[in-house]
């Protein structure tokens, strides 16, 4: 049974850091391309960042780029997301995903819907 734990999340000030992790369980593991997401009240479910199966491939969204590091640790089976510099724009649920459906590139790794597995998210708000 797969299972994907998030953690992290948390109250923070304008230009803060949080570090949230993503603890998966079952046959998900480096092989599995892997990714965050959030989602605001009223907004849609939006990708951040991308890892791939490996780790040697990162994908980031315009928005988080330079602030925000994916990365995984095999050994733990745990993927991250270093969030430096939060802004309150960054305030949502923030949710990681794997198995991923089809062909996993710049073009296509964040669309929520072809990614099998969901955690059940970890709430970050940013204030200013």
């Known amino acids: 049974q797969v299972q994907l734990m998030e953690s992290g999340g948390g109250s923070v000030q304008s230009g803060g850091s949080l570090r949230l992790s993503c603890a998966a369980s079952?046959?998900?593991?480096?092989?599995?391309?892997m990714g965050w997401f959030r989602q605001a009240p009223g907004k849609e479910r939006e990708g951040v960042a991308g890892?791939?199966?490996?780790?040697?491939?990162?994908y980031y969204a315009d928005s988080v780029k330079g602030r925000f590091t994916i990365s995984r640790d095999n050994a733990k089976n745990t993927m991250y997301l270093q969030m430096n510099s939060l802004k309150p724009e960054d305030t949502a649920m923030y949710y990681c995903?794997?198995?991923?459906?089809?062909?996993?590139?710049?073009?296509?790794?964040?669309?929520?819907?072809?990614?099998?597995?969901w955690g059940q998210g970890t709430q970050v708000t940013v204030s200013s």
């Open positions: 995903a794997a198995d991923f459906r089809g062909a996993w590139y710049g073009g296509s790794w964040y669309d929520p819907g072809r990614y099998r597995y």
């Open positions: 079952g046959y998900i593991d480096s092989r599995n391309h």
């Open positions: 890892l791939s199966a490996g780790g040697g491939i990162t």
